[in-house]
C-alpha cells in the first residue's frame, strides 16, 4: 500500500518567505508526528497529532512554526518568516495510533528545505 | 527527559566484517527501542524493534537485544556488505510523550 508522502521534496525560499509543507499519511492512520533532521541537531521532534489535534506542540523551536491536521488525514506545516537556521529536512511520520499498534511509526521521504 | 547516546561515528568496514554499533538509552519509564536505518538520499526506515527487557529484534540479517540492566541496545551484524552502507539511528518510544526520541545517528560506510 501508499506510504506516507510528503511535499515538495525540495524547497528553496528565500530569508523572510512563508513556507508551506504537506504531509499525507498512510491511511487510516491517526497519529502524525513531525520530526526536523539537521546538521548538528540531528532528528528533533516538533509536534505529534492524535487526529486533528495536537497534544504536544513542545518541541516546535518558535513561534514561526504552526501546523494543523484536517479531517484526520493531511497535515500542514507553515514556517513563517523563515530564516537560514530553518534549513533542513522536515520529515513526518504517521502511526496507527491509540487503537492500534502506535509506537511504531513509518516516515515519509522528507521535504528538503533550504532558506537562503 | 528520555535521551539516546550512539557512539561516535563514522564507522568504517570491509565487506563481511562484524559490525557493532553501540546505543544506550536513559528514560524514566519502560520504553519500547528501535533501530532505523537511512540509505543515501532515501527516507527513514524500521530496521528493527524490542519492546520489552529480553526482547531481540531482528531483520536483514542485523540483531539488536533490549538490556534494562545496563539500558542498552547494541546493533549487531555478523557479515556486512556494501549495500548495508548507510546512517544508522537508535531511538527509544515512550508512551508517556508519544514520540520517538533519536541518538546522533551513526555513519557506516562498507568497502568491498
Known amino acids: 500500500g501508499a506510504g506516507v508522502s510528503q511535499s515538495p521534496s525540495n524547497k528553496v525560499t528565500e530569508k523572510g518567505k512563508d513556507v508551506e509543507l504537506r504531509c499525507d499519511p498512510i491511511s487510516g492512520h491517526t497519529a502524525l508526528y513531525w520530526y526536523r533532521q539537521s546538521l548538528g541537531q540531528g532528528l528533533e521532534f516538533l509536534i505529534y497529532f492524535q487526529g486533528n489535534s495536537a497534544p504536544d506542540k513542545s518541541g516546535l523551536p518558535s513561534d514561526r512554526f504552526s501546523a494543523e491536521r484536517t479531517g484526520g488525514s493531511v497535515s500542514t506545516l507553515t514556517i513563517q518568516r523563515t530564516q537560514q537556521e530553518d534549513s533542513a529536512v522536515y520529515l513526518c511520520?504517521?502511526?496507527?495510533?491509540?487503537?492500534?499498534?502506535?509506537?511504531?511509526?513509518?516516515f515519509g521521504p522528507g521535504t528538503r528545505l533550504l532558506v537562503l | 527527559g528520555n535521551s539516546v547516546t550512539q557512539m561516535e561515528g563514522p564507522v568504517t568496514l570491509s565487506e563481511e566484517a562484524f559490525l557493532t554499533i553501540n546505543c544506550t538509552y536513559t528514560a524514566t519509564g519502560y520504553p519500547s527501542l528501535f533501530w532505523y536505518v537511512q540509505y543515501p538520499g532515501e527516507g527513514l526506515q524500521l530496521l528493527l524493534k524490542a519492546t520489552k527487557a529480553d526482547d531481540k529484534g531482528s531483520n536483514k540479517g542485523f540483531e539488536a537485544t533490549y538490556r534494562k540492566e545496563t539500558t542498552s541496545f547494541h546493533l549487531e551484524k555478523g557479515s556486512v556488505q556494501v549495500s548495508d552502507s548507510a546512517v544508522y539511528f537508535c531511538a527509544l518510544y515512550d508512551s508517556s510523550y508519544g514520540k520517538l526520541t533519536f541518538g546522533q545517528g551513526t555513519i557506516l560506510t562498507v568497502h568491498p
Open positions: 511520520a504517521s502511526s496507527p495510533g491509540v487503537s492500534g499498534n502506535q509506537e511504531t511509526q513509518y
